[in-house]
């Protein structure tokens, strides 16, 4: 079965830091891009990053740009999201997910493998 796992989420105050990671099984990892997205609540989820297979190429919306990096352990088949500088308003489930296609990487109907979430809160 495909899983991706994520774990790392917690309370912190404004300003502090977070490392969220994405651990998957179930299918061949080096030939996926994967992404981090969020979803606030009464908000619409929303991309935050993504990394291409190799690891060479990353994106991140404006809103992150600067604060977070993402990266990827093939031999672990792992992705990590390196939070810094949190707001209250990064406040939100962070889910990862995987895409095989060259696509958008901000369009998540374009992927093809989610996981559960991990709750993130920043307290000002």
């Known amino acids: 079965d495909v899983q991706l796992v994520e774990s790392g989420g917690g309370l912190v105050q404004a300003g502090g830091s977070l490392r969220l990671s994405c651990a998957t099984s179930g299918f061949t990892f080096d030939d996926y891009n994967i992404g981090w997205f969020r979803q606030a609540p009464g908000k619409e989820r929303e991309p935050v990053a993504a990394?291409?297979?190799?690891?060479?190429?990353?994106y991140y919306s404006d809103s992150v740009q600067g604060r977070f990096t993402i990266s990827r352990d093939n031999a672990k088949n792992t992705v990590f999201l390196q939070m810094n500088s949190l707001k209250p308003e990064d406040t939100a489930v962070y889910y990862c997910?995987?895409?095989?296609?060259?696509?958008?990487w901000g369009r998540g109907t374009n992927y093809d493998y989610w996981g559960q979430g991990t709750q993130v809160t920043v307290s000002s």
């Open positions: 990394v291409s297979r190799g690891g060479s190429a990353t």
């Open positions: 997910a995987a895409r095989r296609g060259p696509t958008n």
